[in-house]
């Protein structure tokens, strides 16, 4: 955190001129300046905190994670939202998130490409906090995309579960009697060929005796 001083215009006054530029003032924490006509403006110093990390700063970090995970950055994670289906539908706040997003890569671009576009005139500490916010959400796995993929990991194993309980169903297994019929099958089946043979070969000892 860093302390950034706030010039507080307290008055104006008028005093015989002295000389041009700042003079002392009758408090620590105050200072008079002269225009050069005589008008007298006296400030107070106030300290205001502030976060030590701005707008682009912030913004730099989050499209870096994006980009680490998607190879493309905060665009990446926008065309991403962009192309899953009911995600608003399934996640809290998705579209909220999306436009927040879509609103600071905007601010980002006109700062970065546009002339009179500053972080002072265009920014506020709210913006920087929610990107840094959003940057820990991603870190946590608490992000709509993060979100939507444990409901879609979820529902996949719930329609594999189902197919299976239904297919299960369907065919259900053989019996243990079955198992016994299949096996005394060659049994039987043996048994009637050895009485045949033996009945051949007794009708063939008769003929010869």
Not at 13 to 32: D, F, L, T, W
Not at 122 to 132: G, R
Not at 166 to 194: E, F, M, N, W
Request: hydrophobic share 35%; aromatic share 10%.
């Amino acid at each position: 955190m860093t302390f950034l001083p706030l010039l507080c215009t307290i008055r104006n006054e008028r005093k015989p001129p002295r000389r041009r530029g700042a003079v002392s003032a009758p408090c620590s924490n105050e200072i008079c300046a002269c225009d050069g006509n005589g008008s007298y403006v006296r400030f107070r110093c106030c300290l205001l905190w502030r976060f030590n990390m701005g707008f682009m700063q912030a913004y730099k970090r989050l499209d870096a994670l994006c980009r680490d995970i998607n190879g493309i950055g905060v665009t990446g994670y926008i065309e991403d939202m962009e192309h899953t289906a009911n995600g608003n539908l399934s996640v809290p706040g998705w579209n909220a998130d999306y436009q927040k997003l879509k609103y600071y890569r905007h601010i980002r671009n006109q700062i970065a490409h546009e002339v009179n576009a500053t972080e002072e005139r265009m920014c506020s500490l709210e913006d920087v906090a929610w990107i840094e916010e959003f940057h820990q959400r991603i870190l946590q796995q608490t992000d709509p995309l993060a979100i939507q993929y444990s409901i879609s990991q979820l529902r996949e194993k719930r329609e594999v579960s189902t197919k299976q309980s239904a297919k299960t169903r369907t065919h259900p297994l053989d019996p243990p009697s079955t198992y016994a019929q299949r096996d005394s099958a060659p049994s039987y089946v043996a048994g009637i060929i050895v009485g045949i043979i033996f009945f051949v070969l007794l009708f063939v000892l008769l003929l010869i005796a």
